[in-house]
């Protein structure tokens, strides 16, 4: 199993096609099938006006987005002012008079002429002040009350019941005649202790309702990363052992009381966790006796299939259910940000429905297994069809709102059984879900959205998947690059580490648990024969063609790639750096030298410039001289080498000095730098504390400087530079820090925000020049939001940045240390959250410190330190500027679905870098350049397409081609252009 994890898609899928693919009898009885169910899917596309609504506005449409993306905020904004904001946002810019009166269905034609008025009067309102005061005492509120009814209404499409008692009343319909119901407790993944316990509570709660009437038939489906928020290979061992206990507890009830209970599928990274929890309770003696037990596989996994074998090996009878997968589009983004060597997937919808086919037949053969195919395709069902025969000895799922036609004739005249996955919970809850399933079934390769296409053919919508696949030879999709090949032809994307895979995970845990070498004794180092080592060097270094040089750091990334182990090693052992953020900085450094290489190549060559005939201009980009660059310990790596790389491919010296905490990663880079052809005395290190930093600075042979620290350091060394009234002017690239503000508005969902915030605030013991310093809450859900982020800190583990489990380790050492724990203790009284941390050690616990208001926050504290305000709604402008009116200027962070909104930031905001709905720590070289503003920096951003130049001199060359005669090019010219 493990070995198809990430194998070659060619490889996995030849031996899939081998049971996927028809012979021309069995293909043209499929055929027949599969034309009856298309009939039946399009009739019932046309009965009722839910099923028209959708098809009118389905998501290949503006219209159709803007639906799904207010579907998915509205009921949860609990204020009128940003409800408000959010329909102009959604209604104003798409075109619902183009639907209008297209549909079928009066009700529907009804919706869209109210979509058109809404439109008029958001738009209206937005242009005349009269109109707006208006439309606030009747528009407004009949316009926000007409949309909170049609949400409401969405939901009843796509959840069975608000409550599971709700739900059961409505599987006994009479629409529902002959279904039964797996009831799934609505809710993505808990994020703290109590929502598992919530959670937990609502399937005990479940199971005692559906067993009140066993007769029915219906089920309960579990979600395991419901039950436990730090469900993940990392915390394998507090994680499994809770969810076997949950999880028996569970089964337990359900098969006294004589139902069944299905584990849900997950993402793969949790598929061996999920395996050893469910392993472990089919085997329980307790439940001997019982078929209600049953697991989901997903088919767009390459291990779908050995998932399937392995299930029919337990020794009992267990019900699985084949899905398609519900991760994908997420899968494959983690895979690349990983960097890993192949997706846990394919990349084929065809390929899946292969996948889907050949377990769908290992199934119908096993002996242990009960199956149940949960499609919306009616080729698929077909082929299942086909293939049982005469048996009835399976059942079809469906998701409910959704595959409506499909099975209701199989169901209701020919004896088949069908399961309708039947979400469970309040409205306002199914958010994420929605949107999820939506997005799923309406991506442009799905069946359901294929089948409303009406340019295609009955015979394009049943191609045979195994063709379409065997045609390509198995191949990945080609817009799907290999993690590897991200950034195109340019530079190779750094190599990752699956810390996913717990064989993997536990290789890496021995090997940076140590030290891989001995650190020697501090040698007191001569600044002023360094720099006359590094000037004697330049003019042989700054002539190595540009090719050559940008080589050298493409082998240095190599190398780095090559000792990783090592690297990451003295990373967690000197920085005290956790092991992913250890990982990262390998990569990152990697990638500044491929980058900066592939950037040298394009834009250091000279450049030939145009001009008058008869004369020739050419700007070239050359070395100043010696540069000094003075790295951060909270990038040891990674900051060291990105500067001083990007000086050395530029055609400079450079005298590297690294933080006097962090001396030994450096010492090993410049190392490797020689090793891949950095001539000695072209890249010098020379390690020491502030007073080295001070002599080099002060040497008037250094012709620049790259520094990133501190605002008040910065600030020093561009003092010195203009001290010395005969040196030149000296450039200065400098990165400093910022206080970095997160803005979220009531639209925001609570769950990503948290978790955004844990991340962007306490990872890397918020030592991070991006972390989130102010949390600026909305008024109106401050409170609630507050409240779940304390529930995720209570899951945080601080500790032994060496151990997998840590999420926060101790800061760098004890200056700082002493630094934030008096701070901290002057702001006691305004604690919201604080959590345990081992007193041993420079452990700062990570603590949320509520404040009045902004004004009272006025320099960056360096640690896992968050500080909180709020702010009213329609304020927004206000509040970007009280953020810019703090003069930092580095990163900022917006959670809202108004897209208004970010426009609004992006256009008043004084930052380096703005992160929308997503967490503000992590910059990616060469997709988002780094580097602020104001008190955060100089520019221009590392890892960015501008950052080169400023380490070189530019200069042109004017020549005049005719001082030696005639204008050669002019006097050839010949009479074609007549």
Known sequence: MRALHRAPEPEVLAALLKDATLDSATRAGVLVRAGGLLADLRAAQNDGWVNQFLQEYRLNTSEGVALLSLAEAFLRVPDPETADALIADKLGDADWRAHAGKSNSKLVNSATWGL????????ESEKSGVLKRLIARAGEPFVRQAVGAAMRMMGEIFVMGRTIEEATKRMAKPENKGFTASFDMLGEAARTFPDADNYFTAYEQAIIAVGKDPGAGHSISVKLSALHPRYEVAQWERSVSA????????????????????????????????LDIIGAVAALPALKGWDGFGMAVQAYSKRARPVIAWANELGRLVNVRLVKGAYWDSEIKRTQEAGLSDYPLFTRKAATDVSYLACAK???????????????????????????????????????????????????????????????????????????????????????????????????????????????????????PLPIDLFGADRRNSTGIDLQD??????????????????????????????????????????TPVDERAACLERLADLLEAQRGELMAIAVQE???????????????????????????????????????????????EGKGVWATIAPWNFPLAIFLGQTVAALVAGNTVIAKPAPQTPAIAGWAVGLA???????????????????????????????????GSTATAKKIARSLLDDDARPLVPLIAETGGINAMIVDSTALPEQVVQDVVTSAFRSAGQRCSALRVLLLQEEIAERTLEMLSGAMDSLIVGDPADPRTDV??????????????????MRAHWVKTVDAPTEGFFVPPTVIRLNDLSELNQEWFGPLLHVATWKAGELEETVA????????????????????????????????LYVNRSMIGAIVGSQPFGGEGLSGTGPKAGGPHYLHRFTAERVTSTDTTSAGGNATLLSLDDMGI
């Open 674 to 708: 020689q090793e891949a052809g950095i001539p000695d005395d072209a890249l010098i290190l020379l390690p020491g504390g502030p007073e080295v930093g001070a002599a080099i600075v002060a040497d008037p042979r250094v012709a620049g400087i790259a520094f990133t």
């Open 243 to 274: 969810l076997t206990e949950m999880l028996e507890a569970l089964a337990v009830s359900a098969a006294n009381k004589g139902i069944a209970l299905t584990v849900d599928a997950e993402e793969s990274e949790r598929l061996e966790m999920s």
């Open 116 to 123: 058109v008025v809404g439109r008029a009067l958001v738009s």
């Open 362 to 480: 290992d199934m119908l053969a096993a002996k242990n297994i009960h199956p149940a195919f949960a499609s919306h395709n009616a080729l698929t069902v077909a082929t299942i069809l086909e293939w049982a025969g005469d048996s009835r000895d399976f059942e079809f799922q469906r998701l409910h709102g959704m595959g409506e036609g499909l099975y209701e004739r199989l169901v209701r005249e020919q004896g088949y059984h069908c399961r309708i996955y039947a979400p469970v919970g309040g409205h306002r809850d199914l958010l994420a879900y929605l949107v999820r399933r939506l997005l799923e079934n309406g991506a442009n390769s799905s069946f359901v959205h294929q089948l409303a296409d009406e340019h295609l053919s009955d015979a394009e919508l049943l191609a045979d998947p195994a063709e379409k696949i065997a045609k390509v030879g198995g191949t990945r999709h080609p817009s799907i």
């Open 575 to 621: 920085a005290k750096k956790t092991i992913p953020d250890a990982l990262g900085e390998v990569r990152e450094a990697v990638d500044f030298c491929r980058y900066y290489a592939a950037r040298a190549r394009d834009g250091l060559m000279p450049i030939e410039l145009p001009g008058p005939t008869g004369e020739r201009n050419v700007l070239r980009m």
């Open 809 to 826: 380790g101790p800061v760098i050492d004890g200056s700082a240390f002493t630094r934030l724990m008096d701070y901290r203790q002057t």
């Open 502 to 543: 717990p064989p993997l995970l536990e290789e890496v845990v021995k090997t940076v648990s140590k030290l891989p070498f001995t650190p020697g004794k501090a040698v007191a180092p001569d600044v002023g024969a360094a720099v006359e080592r590094a000037q004697a060097a330049f003019p042989a270094w700054a002539a």
């Open 882 to 913: 009280r953020v810019n009116a703090k003069g930092f200027g580095l990163t900022m962070g917006l959670h809202s679905r108004i897209a208004r909104a970010a426009e609004t930031v992006e256009a008043l905001s004084r930052v380096g870098n």
